[in-house]
């Protein structure tokens, strides 16, 4: 249910932390929120103005709710195809178990992207600055706290698009 409609809704909010409270277990934070509700936000698109209102409105009934941490990222996954950028579902480990892996000398290869085209970190950095002035005042009347995941991998670029949240400085 979170993931339908351009927010998340106080009562589904609510639901879903009753479940997982009905099972014995405590709803503290949220992740991984639908790129298409903050894509015009990270590339500074038209729009954006319209995905921070609804993004504070899911942190509003985030707060009502009694859910108190959003864990988001910043970065936009060009040409990957998975939510976070593997090379390989090949690799073989341990029990002859095959996982996902990353090779940076693969990635470096992959073009650009028509779809995203060259996202310098500049650009990416004025936008996050645009998105937490707007979006922190409101978690922080809400009692939520939003925290970042780091790029994954933690590299400067992928297909032309930079990567910015990849270290602690």
Partial sequence: KLRRGD???????????????????????????????????IRGLPGRDQQIENWNKSLRNMGKAGIAILQ????????????????????????????????????QKVPVTGEFGVITEDELWRNLEYFLKATIPVAAE???????HPADPQIPSIAGVARIIRSAD
Avoid: C, Q
């Fill in 7 to 41: 927010y998340w809704e106080l009562a589904d909010l609510v639901e879903l932390k009753k479940f997982i409270e009905g099972r014995g277990f405590g709803l503290f934070g949220i992740s991984h929120t639908p790129f298409s509700r903050w894509d015009k936000i």
């Fill in 142 to 148: 809400s009692g939520v706290k939003m925290i970042v």
């Fill in 72 to 107: 988001y990222n910043w970065v936009i996954d060009a040409a990957a195809w998975l939510a976070n950028w593997r090379t390989t579902d090949k690799t073989v480990g341990r029990g002859g178990a095959h996982y996902v892996s990353f090779d940076n000398e693969v990635a």
